[in-house]
């Protein structure tokens, strides 16, 4: 096949390994930020941010020539951050056609004026004339996956989404390796929610490191904050399942691959995990950001667009703050300025008899 990608960064990148390893023509588009990159690859097939060379069978392009790498293509991989979906939907329409795919591996949700939340397909679809909008399939990748992990073909298992499930089905033969393990469903809308959240609850997870920090670091007798985190984890996969029944999604999905499985890779590291350490430190999240100046906080937008979206469906009566205790915790600290507090004894209450 011949399968364009565009977004040169970490993890757009690193889906060409198990593209060229099955021996499809891969393109590599960067956008307007990734000219670095593409001019590296170019010179000399090297990506400075994954600091690997590219696999055979990869050829990167300017956005400038994106008209040239998208010609005749079986399907498209959009690989630009959340706040680029909306700038990656305006740069596509112009070439799809009935039948086209495209499939995302960008995380985040878009929370409307009435306070539902719109998964980033759905947020690319939107951006289509009304005459392909519904005439192309719009798929996602989900689960845990690390960029560099990917490249450096070690095992990662991870779900495909789509509405019209033939198409994820198509995508994922494409992408199927030994190393690379995809399976496949229509839930894309649960899919979708579960990954977009898990950035926001690794932030909160992340936190505890930042108290284990200030609090002076690991004592004399080797005591961590190990089991501050790990409540911190469940709590955030209790409030996806609460949050994927509310939306429809697979309540299970909380604690397969794209919830659970994602949050625990994200914890281990990443700029998620390092937010949240430095809040967890003290630090305002004005002052996290500086610290972390270049990079882009899809958990903290995440999180934004809960604290749009909560009041409004409280409104509702669909969904209340309490049942959203670490959610709220969130927002009160990078929304609002509060300092961190775990109000710990609001978690876990639907368990309790």
Partial sequence: MKIMILGAGVMGSATSWPLSDNGHEVRLVGTHLDKAIIESCKENGYHPRLKRYLPKNVTPYFIEDLETAITGVDFIVSGVNSMGVRWTGQKL??????????????????????????????????????????????????????????AGRCQSCVYFGCREIEAARFMSEAFRTNYYHVWTTNDIQGLETAVAMKNAYATGVGIANGVLSSSGGVDEAGAYM???????????????????????????????????????????????????????EGKTYQQAVQLMEGETLEAALMVMQMAKALPKLEER?????????????LIDIIMNGKPVEFLLDKFFTDCCI
């Fill in 93 to 150: 329409a112009p070439f799809l056609k009935p039948g086209d795919k495209v499939i995302g591996i960008t995380k985040g949700m878009e929370a409307d004026s009435a306070g539902n939340l719109l998964i980033l397909p759905e947020v690319l679809r939107s951006e289509m004339p009304v005459s392909i909008k519904d005439k192309v399939s719009f798929a996602a990748i989900g689960g845990p996956c690390i960029a560099g992990e990917l």
């Fill in 226 to 280: 190990h089991n501050l985190a790990a409540a911190l984890f469940a709590q955030g996969c209790i409030e996806m399942q609460r949050l994927l029944e509310l939306t429809g999604g697979n309540p299970a999905f909380a604690y397969g691959l794209p919830g659970a499985g994602d949050l625990f890779v994200t914890c281990q590291g990443g700029r998620s995990s390092l937010l949240g350490k430095l809040l967890g």
């Fill in 317 to 329: 009566g669909i969904l209340t703050r309490e049942q959203m205790p670490f959610m709220q915790m």
